[in-house]
């Protein structure tokens, strides 16, 4: 069955950097375009990135240009958000999505997500 | 900035219909947004309900349909259950591989 399983969330200070990393299986993840969403506490669901099924075209939400990459490695069927320069309001459930269709943001599979803390 | 708005909270009697809409800060929404609608109940991870403006996902019932009223993209629920309180995000796509969720409206079942 379908899996995504993300990891990497951790208690950071602003300006720090943290890598999240989302594990796929049960599927031919070189094949779809995947995504990343987030979820402050309390809050709505934000959309953050995505990346094409081969890597090639990624596309960052403006709170999160020039700030996180979104990539890939096939060969490892993980996803990957390396994020820099972090800020408070980047406190949330990161979460990996699989879309039914090409870049839209709706999806058949989402993971649990990973919390990322960003607090002095 | 694009924004796109949704009612913050909405009440509907049990077996009564309701009306969530999605729409954006400057212009029309339409088909070519692909809107799509999930829910999400505390502490579980959002199920897609409909996408593409009125394709039912998988294992959703029909009484979950969506459409373009007017101006903006709607989801209808009709016959209300208990369960169907939860928060409800519409989600747009901008293009250019942008993708923007609305701000989710609460639907209560009383």
């Known amino acids: 069955q379908v899996q995504l399983v993300e990891s990497g969330g951790d208690m950071v200070q602003p300006g720090r950097s943290l890598r999240l990393s989302c594990a796929a299986s049960?599927?031919?993840?070189?094949?779809?375009?995947m995504h990343w969403v987030r979820q402050a506490p309390g809050k709505g669901l934000e959309w953050v990135a995505v990346i094409s099924y081969d890597g090639s075209d990624k596309y960052h939400a403006d709170s999160v240009k020039d700030r996180f990459t979104i990539s890939r490695d096939n060969s490892k069927n993980t996803l990957y958000l390396q994020m820099s320069s972090l800020r408070a309001e980047d406190t949330a459930v990161y979460s990996c999505?699989?879309?039914?269709?090409?870049?839209?943001?709706?999806?058949?599979?989402w993971g649990r997500g990973t919390l990322v803390t960003v607090s002095s | 900035q694009t924004v796109v708005t949704q009612e913050p909270s909405f009440s509907v009697s049990p077996g009564g219909t309701v009306t969530l809409t999605c729409g954006l800060s400057?212009?029309?929404?339409?088909?070519?947004?692909?809107p799509s609608w999930s829910h999400q109940t505390p502490g579980q991870a959002p199920r897609t309900l409909i996408y593409s403006t009125n394709i039912r996902s998988s294992g959703v019932p029909d009484r979950f349909s969506g459409s373009i009223l007017g101006n903006k993209a709607a989801l209808t629920i009709t016959g209300a259950q208990a369960d169907d309180e939860s928060d409800y995000y519409c989600?747009?796509?901008?293009?250019?591989?942008?993708?923007?969720f609305g701000g989710g409206t609460k639907l209560t079942v009383l």
């Open positions: 989600v747009l796509y901008l293009g250019s591989g942008i993708s923007v």
């Open positions: 400057s212009g029309s929404v339409s088909t070519s947004y692909y």
């Open positions: 049960g599927f031919s993840f070189s094949s779809y375009a």
């Open positions: 999505a699989r879309p039914l269709a090409g870049f839209y943001a709706a999806f058949d599979f």
